[in-house]
């Protein structure tokens, strides 16, 4: 039975690396999680993983830090470090910990089905998780709170925030899942709404700004045009049974 443990101090980012990893191993895998470097060692020492998944920048204790007291005691080990920074004195600092390689987020099902089986984890004849976007778990959280907060003066800081997040890791993490900026694609979302409710009812169009969270019933227009051409009248004109 393959063993590994996941050391992230973010829950959903967590979440979501523990169910890739759950996909691509199946059920019989034990995937253990930590929330911090210390409990990363204390975890390691009473499962004995084959593989350690290690964030670097962590709380109470670094994830180098403690990869490199779990590379002692478990040479056989194989470690691989998560960082947000795609820079050589961290890939430095990961290789004389112990660590056999390093993945930089955000990253998807593909790029960690390359690692596992670089590291001979996983068979060659076992597919990839196919077909999802990355972080599905991510998007399904997402839309959830979107839905309930698209009316709203929202920002991407409130955002992270709900999902668990750091803002810089949430922009990259979104940007992968969606091909798009959070702010493109909440746009996006709110013209949709404004569609729905421009050809299904005869709500104002200043009150309709409103309900999809534009204060400025002007703005809201000239965001409108930029996307679909036309302002919201000449929309619903142009749509009208």
């Known amino acids: 039975m393959l063993k590994v443990l996941i050391a992230e101090d973010e829950p959903l980012s967590l979440q979501n690396l523990s169910g890739q990893m759950r996909d691509l191993l199946g059920a019989d895998a034990l995937i253990e999680g930590a929330a911090n470097g210390r409990e990363a060692v204390e975890r390691a020492r009473q499962i004995q993983p084959q593989l350690v998944l290690m964030d670097i920048e962590m709380p109470v204790m670094n994830g180098l830090d403690a990869a490199a007291i779990i590379h002692k005691a478990m040479p056989e080990t194989h470690i691989v470090f998560l960082t947000a920074f795609d820079r050589f004195d961290y890939a430095v600092g990961a290789m004389r910990a112990g660590g056999t390689d390093y993945l930089v987020k955000p990253f998807d099902s593909a790029q960690i089905t390359a690692c596992l089986r670089k590291l001979n984890l996983?068979?060659?004849?076992?597919?990839?998780?196919?077909?999802?976007?990355?972080?599905?778990?991510?998007?399904?959280?997402?839309s959830v709170w979107l839905e309930h907060h698209y009316m709203q003066d929202v920002s991407l800081d409130q955002a992270a925030e709900a999902m668990g997040m750091s803002s810089f890791y949430f922009s990259r993490f979104f940007r992968t899942s969606y091909n798009q900026t959070f702010l493109e694609y909440l746009t996006a979302y709110r013209i949709d709404r404004a569609v729905e409710l421009l050809q299904q009812t005869d709500i104002p169009v200043r009150e309709i700004a409103v309900r999809v969270?534009?204060?400025?019933?002007?703005?809201?227009?000239?965001?409108f045009k930029r996307h679909l051409g036309v302002t919201p009248t000449e929309y619903r004109n142009h749509n009208a049974n």
């Not at 996983?122 to 997402?142: H, I, M, W, Y």
């Not at 969270?213 to 703005?219: E, L, Q, V």
Request: hydrophobic share 25%; glycine share 12%; net charge neutral.
């Open 122 to 142: 996983l068979p060659e004849s076992r597919p990839a998780v196919g077909g999802d976007k990355p972080g599905n778990t991510f998007c399904t959280q997402f």
């Open 213 to 223: 969270g534009y204060t400025d019933a002007n703005y809201f227009t000239k965001v």
